[in-house]
């Protein structure tokens, strides 16, 4: 510690010892002001390691950083990928929550598998990560105008008193999260689109190959 900053503290504590004494005609000694000071720190400071390690990333296991390194990425790009999942993952959870919390929400969840959609995305992406460009719209429009929608929809379904006018914009947000939920559908389909073409030629293929095969057990 600097020596500035070492005569600083010592001349709060001092400060801190008189205006108690000032206040509640207490005189408590500099030492006990300190460690009272020091005890209000170490307090604080561990109510803000708590709040930071909700937002710390999970440990990168050897598996995923061997992986990574497989698919040629830089550790800026794994950075990257690596926060845009964990925050994909955090509305993903609020999501089901608030998709859970009311019957007219659980009815689009299920008419439009928007969890299970949103969760097989997610998966899709943690192992292919070089194309999280492609979920793009998924990943900042789509999912977090979602989240927001739902939300506010709560906030406005757990009015007490409703009026005409608040059960028509429950109504209409309730359609607009439906036509998002068909957009992330999309989203998943297109990102697989790739997947199902070549699946198209992996089975063009095989259909090939046994045709070429009766043909020529048919010449025997």
Request: zero cysteines; a neutral charge.
């Amino acid at each position: 510690m600097r020596k500035g900053k070492l005569i600083q503290i010592i001349a709060y504590l001092f400060l801190a010892s008189f205006v108690l004494r000032f206040i509640t005609g207490i005189h408590l000694p500099a030492i006990v002001v300190a460690l009272l000071i020091l005890l209000v720190l170490i307090f604080t400071g561990k109510k803000k390691q708590i709040g930071k390690k909700e937002d710390q990333l999970p440990t990168l296991t050897k598996t995923k950083e061997e992986h990574y390194a497989q698919l040629g990425m830089t550790d800026q790009e794994i950075d990257f990928f690596r926060d845009t999942m964990n925050s994909t993952k955090k509305q993903i959870v609020q999501l089901q929550e608030n998709m859970n919390a009311s019957t007219k929400l659980r009815a689009i969840d299920l008419r439009n598998d928007t969890l299970r959609i949103s969760k097989a995305l997610f998966k899709e992406l943690v192992k292919e990560p070089k194309k999280l460009h492609l979920a793009n719209h998924f990943l900042y429009t789509h999912l977090p105008n979602l989240v927001d929608l739902t939300t506010k929809y709560l906030e406005i379904d757990d009015h007490e008193i409703k009026n005409k006018q608040t059960y028509e914009k429950l109504e209409e947000s309730a359609q607009i999260i439906d036509q998002v939920s068909k957009l992330i559908k999309k989203d998943y389909e297109q990102f697989v689109s790739d997947d199902l073409e070549d699946l198209d030629i992996e089975i063009s293929v095989a259909k090939n190959s046994l045709k070429r095969d009766n043909e020529n057990e048919n010449n025997f």
